[in-house]
């Protein structure tokens, strides 16, 4: 392990030394690709602006996945315990919702790119395109952030993807078991007291998940690469190994999906090493 931890370091002093024309090569790669993509490809999802958001805002609390599939336009996916706490916001007006989704994704992604501003140009495609359909992964990005010091916002993640949960491993490898009892038991709380105003949510939930393995692009193997990632990441304290390694783990990687990534801007500095079981305060 140490052996690898000086190559990566070495690795990296090495690297830092081209940083400004790599990082101008990416920005560069970036704002190619985003436009090869929207005017050659002639994929724009601008024209089918809030497709993702729109399942969010009119969700049937009755019947909330039905007719629901991966990759289908406009469907629920996630927990009920989701589509409880977004219910109501189905009385607002669809542009009016839309607007509020957009700008608290625009917050979110200026504050996550604060340090390393130029990195909006490198993944621009990934960022248009989340902005445009409104899908979750700005959220979760904060929320992996956040979650070193404020565990219990591992509940996110966890009630909507699922695999993100790979991501509070980093607690138990550290043997930082309050961290992880907090994220634990936060996402349980939820899920129990979800599960108790609508039984029957869950069980349908349950049941689609079940029902839809087969388009899962690899996720065992991806899965246990991402399990790796974390518990290298929480021996060698870097915490920026952990929204790669969540990202890794999505049931589908969508090309929006990789402003996941942008969470690593945050925890790009190396954690001080802390003796195992220590509770990081």
């Given amino acids: 392990m140490l052996k690898v931890e000086h190559r990566l370091d070495a690795i990296g002093t090495s690297a830092a030394r081209f940083a400004r024309p790599v990082r101008d090569a990416l920005v560069v790669i970036g704002i190619g690709r985003a436009l090869w993509?929207?005017?050659?490809?002639?994929?724009?999802?601008?024209?089918?602006?809030?497709?993702?958001?729109?399942?969010?805002?009119?969700?049937?609390?009755?019947?909330?996945?039905?007719?629901?599939?991966?990759?289908?336009?406009?469907?629920?996916?996630?927990?009920?315990?989701?589509?409880?706490?977004?219910?109501?916001?189905?009385?607002?007006?669809?542009?009016?919702?839309?607007?509020?989704?957009?700008?608290?994704?625009?917050a979110l992604l200026v504050w996550l790119v604060r340090p390393w501003p130029w990195a909006v140009p490198i993944l621009a495609l990934p960022i248009i395109y989340e902005l445009c359909v409104g899908n979750v992964h700005f959220l979760i990005a904060a929320a992996i952030v956040i979650g070193f010091r404020l565990p219990s916002t591992?509940?996110?993640?966890?009630?909507?993807?699922i695999t993100p949960a790979v991501g509070v491993g980093w607690f138990l490898a550290r043997r930082e078991w309050r961290a992880f009892a907090v994220a634990v038991g936060t996402t349980a709380a939820i899920a129990g007291l979800s599960f108790l105003l609508d039984p029957t949510a869950w069980e349908d939930w349950i049941a689609f998940l079940l029902d839809s393995p087969g388009r899962s692009q690899l996720l065992v193997l991806r899965l246990a690469l991402a399990v790796g990632l974390v518990a290298f990441g929480a021996r060698t304290h870097r915490r920026w190994l952990v929204p790669v390694a969540v990202w890794i783990s999505l049931p589908v990687i969508w090309i929006n999906s990789w402003v996941i990534l942008l969470a690593v801007i945050r925890l790009r500095e190396r954690q001080a090493p802390s003796p195992p079981g220590a509770e990081r305060r």
């Fill in 37 to 106: 993509f929207f005017f050659v490809q002639g994929i724009r999802p601008w024209e089918f602006a809030g497709v993702d958001a729109r399942a969010y805002w009119r969700i049937d609390l009755a019947d909330p996945y039905a007719n629901s599939g991966v990759g289908d336009v406009s469907t629920y996916l996630y927990s009920p315990a989701f589509a409880q706490v977004m219910a109501p916001f189905g009385a607002l007006p669809f542009p009016v919702f839309f607007a509020l989704w957009t700008a608290l994704s625009v």
């Fill in 154 to 161: 591992w509940a996110f993640p966890i009630l909507t993807k």
